[in-house]
């Protein structure tokens, strides 16, 4: 169902039925979501007034104010996950391991696990610039009842279950995927409701727009830096225009309505990359694919690779399809 302007509470219990496993149990973790991400809202919307307020209360001991953002949008997310007992386990880039969640009594009967990176794009907190939160879903492989393990969320993202970002810029928006096309939904802040602004969004096949930290060109792969010079050549419907905000949801979210390609490759000083598969690059990649584009690793999809670890890094390369594809020649050229 994609009614314009029905609102996320609505969507998501017309579209219950839709979910392949559906038992009520991944809806109540989306509303979840929802919830704490009006919290983390309210939290990035007043984070100038923090750092007033933190100032000017420095005798003050409540030291959470004090926080950094990034901090405490882990602490909400996980509060509010952990609190409405609706996942088993939780994994963060914010924290060194995954976190087992039990009730007092028993173990959970939880099938999901959440993965999140709280705040991404972090060095744009102080400079009042578009921030996101992106998180990941998975039903655990071990048996329910039993505590998680690292293997549930170890699991390559084509397992993933669904998928979202909420980009807290101009607006706010939760853009999410069970699997099902992508839908957006804006908040509106004054009575704090999300409505679907932007149903089944896709990404233009051609895009005309390219974001890559170019700080970095020296160290990047020829292909790579290949590819950014046809970028930039006059041929054609290029020269595209450069876009980089520093913040990968923002640059998805861009590059997805107006058509573009999002890079973070690996280089001579990063051989990894530097975004992290798990929190990061399977979430995008599934959003990414159901909206009609692609997003690889190098040769491979990102959504077949087996990770290894937790915090594990690749390089990562998403955004129009035929933008992807011609990236991927000038790579395969060089391998
Ligand atoms: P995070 O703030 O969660 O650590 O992620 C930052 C990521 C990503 O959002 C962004 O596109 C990229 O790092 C920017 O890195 P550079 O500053 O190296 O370009
Ligand atoms: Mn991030
Ligand atoms: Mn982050």
């Given at each position: ?104 009594d028993q173990q959970h ?49 084509k397992n993933q279950v ?174």
């Amino acid at each position: 169902m994609t009614r314009k302007n029905c609102t996320l509470g609505e969507f998501i219990i017309e579209n219950q039925d839709s979910f392949q496993y559906s038992s009520g149990e991944l809806s109540k973790l989306i509303n979840a979501i929802r919830l704490a991400a009006k919290v983390v809202n309210h939290e990035v919307n007043k984070a100038g007034l923090v750092d007033i307020l933190g100032a000017a209360g420095e005798t003050n001991i409540q030291g959470e104010d004090q926080q950094k953002l990034d901090v405490l949008a882990n602490e909400k997310f996980i509060q509010t996950l952990t609190n409405r007992e609706i996942v088993c386990g939780i994994a963060s880039e914010e924290e060194d391991d995954f976190i087992s969640i039990n009730s007092n009594d028993q173990q959970h009967q939880n099938k999901y696990i959440v993965l999140i990176d709280p705040l991404d794009g972090s060095s744009n907190i102080d400079v009042n610039v578009s921030v996101g939160t992106i998180f990941s879903i998975y039903r655990r492989i071990t048996p329910v009842g039993t505590p998680v393990t690292l293997e549930d969320f170890l699991q390559p993202g084509k397992n993933q279950v669904a998928a979202g970002y909420v980009v807290y810029g101009t607006s706010t928006m939760l853009v999410y995927t069970t699997g099902d096309g992508v839908n957006g939904f804006t908040l509106n802040p004054a009575i704090g409701t999300f409505y679907l602004s932007h149903p089944n969004m896709r990404f233009p096949e051609d895009g005309r727009i390219y974001s890559v930290n170019e700080g970095n060109y020296v160290h990047f792969h020829q292909g790579v830096k290949d590819y950014i010079k046809y970028c930039q050549e006059e041929e054609g419907d290029r020269p595209y225009t450069s876009r980089y905000i520093g913040s990968l949801v923002s640059d998805f979210h861009r590059n997805m309505i107006k058509g573009g390609i999002y890079m973070y490759p690996k280089s001579s000083v990063t051989e990894e990359g530097k975004l992290r598969l798990l929190y990061e690059c399977n979430p995008m990649a599934f959003l990414a694919e159901q909206a009609n584009g692609l997003a690889i690793g190098g040769k491979n999809r990102i959504l077949d690779i087996q990770p290894k670890e937790l915090h594990q890094r690749v390089p990562f390369f998403c955004g129009s399809k035929n933008m992807v594809l011609k990236l991927q020649e000038f790579l395969e050229k060089y391998h």
